[in-house]
């Protein structure tokens, strides 16, 4: 496993990640999960992201109770706040109020006493920015956040943010986190200029877009049984991404892979880590074979030329935009 800072902070995170979207307490069993945990750890992987709303808590408990037995300085964990977690209409967003409550009670489920990185889920147009940026800076003084990031925020949102930290004297934030691969490449154009501005690390996720960079789909196919886009819970996810004209562009990538010597889903997280300002990827897996195989990647080497090849095939499908 390779390393980098998040950021400009000091805590190294592993360039690969794990983390546990639609895998941890619903579509993947308890032991799997947590057998997917024990073999990241065991490869080097030492950054875990979770969320209090992945299944309203539950993924957090198998996340915590997973890494329980490791040393606690020997791992970063990261989790999440913004979605409903009740029917309240303090139950959600960014407010001081559930800000301060959920991370009482995701430090509970997760069964630790501090987070090291406290994400906003997503951006919280009805509460002062500057409430919620100073509800994250009091977790800090307390002790229960080391860390504060973003997640899905726009280049203007962490402008503003930036403008008032500065103003207030507040600790800053160090990370976002946005769906980044090679069909959705939206943060290149404002969001990655402006967070390497400031140095904000970038923690992307999604980076071989829900299954699709592994080549298992094909065009003019039928989805293949057992896969995600063959899962009700979950292919609403993943069928925008079904159409010909993308899939056609992926076998090309999968062509790429195979004449270097790597696989697909390797070659797309090799080249979101391509990126300077990107700290982590971050895989989900519902095998513990997914993790050894796209572990794999931070050793895989993009020369000058098959980047360009890539850029190549990626503009053939420029402007595709699917639904997350």
């Given at each position: 496993?390779?390393?980098?800072?998040l950021g400009v902070s000091g805590v190294k995170v592993s360039e690969v990640s794990l983390g546990s979207w639609l895998t941890?307490?619903?579509?993947?069993?308890?032991?799997?999960?947590?057998?997917?945990?024990?073999?990241?750890?065991?490869?080097?992987?030492?950054?875990?992201?979770?969320?209090?709303?992945?299944?309203?808590?539950?993924?957090?408990?198998?996340?915590?109770?997973?890494?329980?037995?490791?040393?606690?300085?020997?791992?970063?964990?990261?989790?999440?706040?913004?979605?409903?977690?009740?029917?309240?209409?303090?139950?959600?967003?960014?407010?001081?109020?559930?800000?301060?409550?959920?991370?009482?009670?995701?430090?509970?489920?997760?069964?630790?006493?501090?987070?090291?990185?406290?994400?906003?889920?997503?951006?919280?147009?009805?509460?002062?920015?500057?409430?919620?940026?100073?509800?994250?800076?009091?977790?800090?003084?307390?002790?229960?956040?080391?860390?504060?990031?973003?997640?899905?925020?726009?280049?203007?949102?962490?402008?503003?943010?930036?403008?008032?930290?500065?103003?207030?004297?507040?600790?800053?934030?160090?990370?976002?986190?946005?769906?980044?691969?090679?069909?959705v490449r939206y943060i290149e154009k404002e969001v990655l200029p402006t967070c390497e501005s400031f140095g904000i690390g970038?923690?992307?996720?999604?980076?071989?877009?829900?299954?699709?960079?592994?080549?298992?789909?094909?065009?003019?196919?039928?989805?293949?049984?057992?896969?995600?886009?063959?899962?009700?819970?979950?292919?609403?996810?993943?069928?925008?991404?079904?159409?010909?004209?993308?899939?056609?562009?992926?076998?090309?990538?999968?062509?790429?892979?195979?004449?270097?010597?790597?696989?697909?889903?390797?070659?797309?997280?090799?080249?979101?880590?391509?990126?300077?300002?990107?700290?982590?990827?971050?895989?989900?897996?519902?095998?513990?074979?997914?993790?050894e195989e796209n572990v794999k990647a931070v050793d895989v080497v993009l020369s000058d030329d098959v980047l360009a090849e890539?850029?190549?095939?990626?503009?053939?499908?420029?402007?595709?935009?699917?639904?997350?």
């Amino acid at each position: 496993m390779k390393y980098r800072n998040l950021g400009v902070s000091g805590v190294k995170v592993s360039e690969v990640s794990l983390g546990s979207w639609l895998t941890y307490g619903t579509a993947t069993e308890r032991e799997t999960a947590m057998a997917c945990i024990d073999k990241a750890y065991e490869l080097g992987i030492n950054f875990f992201d979770t969320a209090n709303a992945y299944n309203q808590g539950e993924a957090e408990k198998v996340v915590g109770e997973a890494l329980r037995k490791y040393p606690r300085h020997s791992y970063v964990l990261a989790t999440k706040v913004y979605f409903p977690m009740g029917e309240g209409p303090n139950d959600r967003g960014l407010s001081r109020k559930h800000i301060i409550e959920q991370c009482e009670a995701s430090l509970k489920r997760l069964g630790l006493d501090y987070i090291d990185l406290y994400q906003c889920h997503r951006y919280d147009e009805s509460t002062p920015l500057e409430e919620t940026l100073w509800a994250l800076d009091d977790l800090i003084t307390q002790g229960k956040v080391l860390y504060a990031g973003v997640s899905e925020w726009s280049a203007a949102q962490i402008t503003n943010a930036k403008a008032i930290e500065a103003k207030r004297n507040l600790r800053p934030l160090v990370s976002n986190q946005p769906i980044y691969n090679m069909l959705v490449r939206y943060i290149e154009k404002e969001v990655l200029p402006t967070c390497e501005s400031f140095g904000i690390g970038q923690i992307v996720f999604s980076p071989i877009a829900q299954g699709i960079l592994t080549g298992k789909y094909k065009p003019g196919q039928g989805v293949p049984e057992g896969t995600r886009a063959a899962n009700r819970e979950t292919n609403h996810w993943i069928t925008s991404y079904l159409r010909d004209d993308v899939l056609t562009s992926v076998q090309k990538l999968e062509n790429i892979a195979e004449s270097i010597g790597t696989s697909l889903s390797q070659l797309a997280i090799a080249w979101t880590l391509r990126q300077p300002g990107v700290s982590s990827a971050i895989i989900g897996a519902s095998r513990v074979s997914q993790v050894e195989e796209n572990v794999k990647a931070v050793d895989v080497v993009l020369s000058d030329d098959v980047l360009a090849e890539i850029e190549t095939i990626l503009q053939e499908i420029d402007g595709f935009v699917p639904i997350w």
